[in-house]
C-alpha cells in the first residue's frame, strides 16, 4: 500500500481512511468533523498553512500505520530483553499516546450525542476504566515485571516464585482489560453507527476499534509468547 493522499484528497476521506490522521488536524485547527468536505489545498488557506508540512505530518501516520505489527510470530525466536523492548516501544508507548488523545474525543461525543444515544454514557464509563486500568498495568510491567523476567531469563532472579506469581496477576489483569473491550463491542453493537452519527461520533468508533485490536496484539505477545517461557 502507497501513500497516496495529495493535495486534492478530502480531510473528511483521509481521517475514514485513517483515524489517526484526525490528531493532525485537529493540531493544526483543521475541522475534520463539520467542515471536512474540503480539499487540502482549501483546509491550508483557510488556515495559512504550508502544505508540504502539512502533508509531511500525514506521511508520518501513514507509514506508523503501515510498519504496525503484521506477524507477531517472528518473536517466537527473539529473546525475552528484545520481545520487552519491543512491546515498550510499539504497545506501551503507543497506547499511552492514543489513550491520551482519544480521551477529549470521547467525552466530547456522550455529551453532546448521549441525550439520543445514552450507550455513548456506558462507552464513555469503560473506557475511562480501560484507560486507568491499562495505564496503571502497563506502569507496573515496566517498573516491577519485566526487570524481572529479564532476571528470570538470565539466571539472577532470588525469588523465583514471586516473579512468576506476578506474571500470573499480570494475565489476569489482561483478562479484565479484555472483558472491558468485549463490553465496550457489546454495548456499541460491534460499533455500529446510528443514522445521524457526525464525524467525531465516526472517529471515536474507529479509534476504539483500533485501541481494542492493538490491546489484543500486545497481549498475545505477552501472554503468548513471553510469559509462557516461566510459566
Keep these: 500500500m502507497s501513500f497516496t493522499i495529495n493535495a486534492n484528497s478530502l480531510v473528511k476521506d483521509i481521517v475514514n481512511e485513517l483515524p489517526k490522521t484526525s490528531d493532525v488536524f485537529k493540531k493544526n485547527r483543521i475541522d ?3 467542515g471536512g468536505n474540503i480539499s487540502l489545498t482549501e483546509a491550508v488557506a483557510q488556515n495559512n498553512l504550508n502544505l508540504d508540512t502539512l502533508l509531511t505530518e500525514l506521511q508520518g501516520v501513514f507509514e506508523t500505520y503501515e510498519n504496525a505489527e503484521k506477524d507477531v510470530e517472528v518473536w517466537t525466536n527473539s529473546d525475552s ?23 477529549p474525543y470521547v467525552t466530547k461525543v456522550s455529551r453532546v450525542h448521549g441525550e439520543h444515544h445514552p450507550e455513548l454514557f456506558k462507552v464513555n464509563e469503560l473506557f ?15 517498573a516491577i515485571v519485566f526487570p524481572l523476567i529479564k532476571q528470570l531469563a538470565d539466571g539472577t532472579i532470588e525469588n523465583r516464585e514471586e516473579a512468576i506469581a506476578m506474571i500470573v496477576e499480570l494475565e489476569k489483569e489482561h483478562d479484565h482489560a479484555g472483558e472491558i473491550l468485549r463490553k465496550i463491542r457489546a ?17 471515536v468508533y ?17 501472554n503468548n509468547i513471553l510469559f509462557p517461557r516461566y510459566i
Design 32 to 34: 475534520f468533523c463539520c
Design 81 to 103: 530483553a528484545t520481545i520487552i523492548n519491543h512491546v515498550i516501544s510499539n504497545y506501551h508507548r503507543v497506547s499511552d499516546e492514543e489513550l491520551t488523545m482519544l480521551s
Design 128 to 142: 475511562y476504566e480501560f484507560k486507568n486500568e491499562l495505564l496503571e498495568h502497563m506502569a507496573k510491567e515496566e
Design 206 to 222: 474507529a479509534r476504539l476499534e483500533a485501541l481494542e485490536g492493538l490491546t489484543f496484539m500486545h497481549v498475545h505477545l505477552e
Design 187 to 203: 454495548v456499541t453493537d460491534d460499533f455500529t453507527l446510528p443514522h445521524d452519527a457526525c464525524g467525531t461520533y465516526r472517529l
